[in-house]
């Protein structure tokens, strides 16, 4: 991609505005109290005071409206905690500029290593030195610093105490994100009606679980709605997949696969109407129409096989969802196919429940999240990971310091004033990667237009006391925190006649606020996108190392799977579940990689767009055939396997081999691993899932192997053309 594409969609990116949910009580709540740590500094009669505690509530109520699993108050506290430290800090230092362009730069650095723990952190940094560079400007002492940082921290406390005593729609963010949970999937099993070998995104899954890890208190106040539906959308999906496969599920035409497509319609409702059911806090209702697909039928199409196995266990998965969903009318749970078989039919259907129940009940429930002291010393590791010259959070350290002690200078030589708003621009752009840094730098300047004209005009109009101008940047605030989550430069013109209000409080004159907002703030914004372009940390060329990532857990989640096939006695399910979780964890890395290089103004170095792409949906097939076979694993009482022993035998040093190849640009060969697959094949007569899984995971690899050989200009030509991009 060529620079100038490349800022085109920069800039159209940061300034698009999305059509979102709004949440106006949250919004009012968090309003309500930057409105009274303001008020009650006014009535005391101290607007600097007014404006220092303003930007502790304001910050830390943004904090609050982050995606974070963590207790609200929680965040509130900490992010209040951090911006006393930061502005008492800054005080000390604020006499001498050499001493507070130091400090600045290592309070920056810090900040900027935070986004190693996670973006919630990145951003609580990013607020401590915006209020370091604001808070200073207010003229005082050491013991009126003092006052200001403790100011600051009394508006998070107040932030933290309005979440406990008005709390709105509690538990919400634990349900959005199961309820997304079991919507994905019941789009997937749609999707799957029309294309057997429909791609499935991991990331709602990825979420609900992140949202189900709870502290030991938080499980004992745990809705029970919460508890089990989770464990068992997880045992859903290669169910589904299992089902709709054409290879070892329904044949691809004829009466069965009318039949799957019909159970997999019922399951997707079924699955919407237990999401809705969570979402809304309300009993599960279904339509009739479902129901009778999943009882038996007296004439028709029926399953056999493998199909007809997965069938059952669908069914039994369902029921079960509906009856850990809506515990208060199980009654009205219907009589199913699985229920109502015979003999064997009875047994195997008994047995799925019971384990699908088990297993969900135990996921959902078991997942603590340790307290905040004990997150401390994995904070530091993730840190001590990320510090190193090769590390893009690392660099983007480096260079949001070096930026911020610059445009610090250049906005104290400047002959504006306030020259912090320079620095405090760049700071609240810059983000780890090339694309947002540079959206949110356009949309930066576009809201701070927006928003300083309008607010400059109410005060030339209106020149407003500081009662009103207190009332006008709450209102600003309200409007903020509603619509945050429509677009950076929606927020940037709502902060910057916030801005414009609340130093009106201290009597500052409105037309120098406007000139210098737009002046400096158009400075800080090309220094950050300056700083990119001149230190950047592309992720383009190390697209090849999270390739060999996700391939190396693929690799060991299809192993901890085939060895389960030749060994059902030894088969160890926490071996299989963590080596799953890694793989999607390690497909999201590769994914989020993918997403940033393709809008990176940078040539790729060995591994073209079309062959990425290609790549990706080859190691995409080839976890969706493990999750299949994982769905068929046999009894631990059943027989060894000699031909899956030999193939997971095999298939350990072939993936080595390639991991080492995809990270060399080597090229990949799995001719040993197809002529033991063809040896095993010839001996069960193509007969049993694992044999045909087999064979799909060759194919799989050989997609690999084919999307990373050749010329990647051309290789990239015929992707583009024929292969889709991985989901």
């Given at each position: 991609?060529?620079?100038?594409?490349?800022?085109?969609?920069?800039?159209?990116?940061g300034?698009?505005?999305?059509?979102?949910?709004?949440?106006?009580?949250?919004?009012?709540?968090?309003?309500?109290?930057?409105?009274?740590?303001?008020?009650?500094?006014?009535?005391?009669?101290?607007?600097?005071?007014?404006?220092?505690?303003?930007?502790?509530?304001?910050?830390?109520?943004?904090?609050?409206?982050?995606?974070?699993?963590?207790?609200?108050?929680?965040?509130?506290?900490?992010?209040?905690?951090?911006?006393?430290?930061?502005?008492?800090?800054?005080?000390?230092?604020?006499?001498?500029?050499?001493?507070?362009?130091?400090?600045?730069a290592?309070?920056?650095?810090?900040?900027g290593?935070?986004?190693?723990?996670?973006?919630?952190?990145?951003?609580?940094?990013?607020?401590?030195?915006?209020?370091?560079l604001?808070?200073?400007?207010?003229?005082?002492?050491v013991?009126?610093?003092?006052?200001?940082?403790?100011l600051?921290?009394?508006?998070?406390?107040?932030?933290?105490?309005?979440?406990?005593?008005?709390?709105?729609?509690?538990w919400?963010?634990?349900?959005?994100?199961?309820?997304?949970?079991l919507?994905?999937?019941?789009?997937?099993?749609?999707?799957?009606?029309?294309?057997?070998?429909a791609?499935?995104?991991?990331?709602?899954?990825?979420?609900?679980?992140l949202?189900?890890?709870?502290?030991?208190?938080?499980?004992?106040?745990?809705?029970?709605?919460?508890?089990g539906?989770?464990?068992?959308?997880?045992?859903?999906?290669?169910?589904?997949?299992?089902?709709?496969?054409?290879?070892?599920?329904?044949?691809?035409?004829?009466?069965?696969?009318?039949?799957?497509?019909?159970?997999?319609?019922?399951?997707?409702?079924?699955l919407?109407?237990?999401?809705?059911?969570?979402r809304?806090?309300?009993?599960?209702?279904?339509?009739p129409?479902?129901?009778?697909t999943?009882?038996?039928?007296?004439?028709?199409?029926?399953?056999?096989?493998?199909?007809?196995?997965?069938?059952?266990?669908?069914?039994?998965?369902?029921?079960?969802?509906?009856?850990?969903?809506?515990?208060?009318?199980?009654?009205?749970?219907?009589?199913?196919e699985?229920?109502?078989?015979?003999?064997?039919?009875?047994?195997?259907?008994?047995?799925?429940?019971?384990?699908?129940?088990?297993?969900?009940?135990?996921?959902?429930?078991?997942?603590?999240?340790?307290?905040?002291?004990?997150?401390?010393?994995?904070?530091?590791?993730?840190l001590?990971?990320?510090?190193?010259?090769?590390?893009?959070?690392?660099?983007?350290?480096?260079?949001?310091?070096?930026?911020a002690?610059?445009?610090?200078l250049?906005?104290?030589?400047?002959?504006?004033?306030?020259?912090?708003?320079?620095?405090?621009?760049?700071?609240?752009?810059m983000?780890?990667?090339?694309?947002?840094?540079?959206?949110?730098?356009?949309?930066?300047?576009?809201?701070?237009?927006?928003?300083?004209a309008?607010?400059?005009?109410?005060?030339?109009?209106?020149?407003?006391?500081?009662?009103?101008?207190?009332?006008?940047?709450?209102?600003?605030?309200?409007?903020?925190y509603?619509?945050?989550?429509?677009?950076?430069?929606?927020?940037?013109?709502?902060?910057?006649?916030?801005?414009?209000?609340?130093?009106?409080?201290?009597?500052?004159?409105?037309?120098?606020?406007?000139?210098?907002?737009?002046?400096?703030?158009l400075?800080?914004?090309?220094?950050?996108?300056?700083?990119?372009?001149?230190?950047?940390?592309?992720?383009?060329?190390r697209?090849?190392?999270?390739?060999?990532d996700?391939?190396?857990?693929?690799?060991?989640?299809?192993?901890?799977?085939?060895?389960?096939?030749?060994?059902p006695a030894?088969?160890?399910?926490?071996?299989?579940?963590?080596?799953l979780?890694d793989?999607?964890?390690?497909?999201?890395?590769?994914?989020k990689?993918?997403d940033?290089?393709?809008?990176?103004?940078?040539?790729?170095?060995?591994?073209?767009?079309?062959?990425?792409?290609?790549?990706?949906?080859?190691?995409?097939?080839?976890?969706?055939?493990?999750?299949?076979?994982?769905?068929?694993?046999?009894?631990?009482?059943?027989?060894?396997?000699?031909?899956?022993?030999?193939?997971?035998?095999?298939?350990?040093?072939?993936?080595?081999?390639?991991?080492?190849?995809?990270?060399?640009?080597?090229?990949?060969?799995?001719?040993?691993?197809?002529?033991?697959?063809?040896?095993?094949?010839?001996?069960?007569?193509?007969?049993?899932?694992?044999?045909?899984?087999a064979?799909?995971?060759?194919?799989a690899l050989?997609?690999?192997?084919e999307?990373?050989?050749?010329?990647?200009?051309?290789?990239?030509?015929?992707?583009?053309?024929?292969?889709?991009?991985?989901?």
């Amino acid at each position: 991609m060529t620079w100038s594409r490349a800022l085109k969609d920069a800039a159209r990116s940061g300034l698009t505005i999305e059509r979102t949910k709004l949440t106006p009580l949250i919004a009012v709540r968090g309003t309500a109290g930057v409105a009274l740590v303001i008020g009650l500094c006014l009535w005391r009669g101290n607007p600097a005071l007014a404006v220092s505690s303003a930007f502790g509530a304001f910050s830390s109520g943004i904090v609050t409206f982050q995606r974070s699993m963590r207790p609200r108050p929680v965040l509130a506290l900490a992010v209040a905690g951090a911006l006393a430290v930061s502005t008492f800090l800054g005080y000390l230092a604020a006499a001498h500029v050499a001493a507070f362009v130091v400090l600045l730069a290592g309070w920056t650095l810090l900040a900027g290593m935070a986004w190693a723990i996670g973006p919630v952190s990145g951003l609580a940094g990013t607020q401590t030195v915006a209020i370091m560079l604001v808070t200073v400007t207010l003229p005082t002492s050491v013991l009126g610093a003092l006052e200001h940082a403790a100011l600051i921290f009394f508006g998070g406390l107040v932030q933290a105490t309005l979440i406990v005593i008005f709390p709105v729609r509690p538990w919400g963010t634990q349900r959005d994100a199961l309820a997304d949970a079991l919507a994905a999937e019941a789009d997937y099993a749609r999707r799957l009606r029309h294309d057997p070998v429909a791609p499935f995104d991991p990331a709602p899954l990825m979420d609900a679980r992140l949202a189900a890890t709870v502290t030991a208190r938080q499980a004992r106040r745990r809705p029970v709605q919460l508890h089990g539906p989770r464990g068992l959308a997880e045992r859903v999906r290669p169910v589904l997949a299992s089902l709709a496969d054409p290879v070892v599920g329904a044949p691809l035409e004829g009466p069965e696969r009318d039949r799957a497509r019909d159970l997999l319609a019922a399951a997707a409702t079924v699955l919407d109407a237990v999401a809705h059911a969570v979402r809304h806090a309300r009993p599960v209702r279904l339509p009739p129409e479902a129901m009778a697909t999943l009882e038996v039928p007296a004439t028709g199409p029926m399953l056999n096989g493998p199909a007809r196995r997965s069938a059952y266990r669908l069914i039994s998965l369902l029921a079960d969802a509906v009856e850990l969903t809506d515990e208060p009318v199980q009654a009205t749970r219907p009589t199913t196919e699985a229920e109502r078989g015979r003999g064997g039919r009875d047994q195997g259907s008994r047995g799925g429940r019971e384990q699908g129940s088990r297993g969900g009940r135990d996921q959902g429930s078991h997942l603590l999240r340790p307290s905040v002291p004990r997150l401390v010393p994995a904070a530091l590791r993730s840190l001590h990971r990320e510090a190193r010259w090769s590390s893009h959070i690392f660099r983007h350290a480096l260079r949001v310091a070096v930026v911020a002690a610059v445009g610090y200078l250049l906005g104290t030589a400047l002959p504006f004033g306030h020259g912090y708003w320079a620095p405090l621009a760049s700071v609240m752009v810059m983000r780890p990667d090339f694309a947002q840094t540079y959206s949110r730098g356009v949309a930066r300047f576009c809201g701070t237009l927006v928003g300083v004209a309008v607010a400059g005009t109410v005060m030339a109009l209106v020149h407003p006391g500081a009662y009103v101008s207190a009332a006008l940047a709450v209102v600003c605030v309200w409007l903020m925190y509603l619509l945050m989550r429509t677009g950076f430069s929606v927020t940037s013109a709502c902060v910057s006649a916030y801005v414009v209000f609340l130093l009106g409080i201290a009597g500052a004159g409105w037309e120098q606020t406007v000139q210098e907002r737009v002046v400096l703030t158009l400075v800080g914004g090309l220094l950050a996108m300056l700083s990119y372009a001149l230190f950047p940390a592309w992720e383009t060329p190390r697209l090849r190392d999270r390739l060999a990532d996700w391939l190396d857990a693929n690799g060991r989640y299809a192993l901890a799977v085939w060895e389960a096939c030749a060994r059902p006695a030894a088969r160890r399910p926490r071996q299989v579940r963590e080596a799953l979780l890694d793989a999607r964890a390690a497909r999201a890395a590769w994914e989020k990689s993918e997403d940033r290089a393709e809008k990176e103004p940078v040539r790729h170095r060995g591994l073209s767009p079309g062959a990425a792409k290609a790549a990706g949906t080859a190691l995409a097939t080839m976890g969706r055939v493990t999750m299949i076979l994982e769905a068929h694993l046999p009894a631990k009482d059943s027989e060894p396997s000699a031909g899956a022993a030999a193939f997971a035998a095999e298939l350990r040093p072939g993936l080595e081999r390639a991991t080492k190849a995809v990270r060399e640009r080597g090229p990949l060969n799995w001719s040993a691993l197809r002529t033991v697959w063809e040896r095993w094949d010839a001996e069960t007569g193509s007969e049993g899932v694992a044999p045909r899984a087999a064979g799909l995971l060759l194919d799989a690899l050989d997609e690999l192997a084919e999307a990373l050989s050749g010329d990647p200009e051309a290789r990239e030509e015929g992707a583009q053309g024929t292969i889709p991009r991985p989901q």
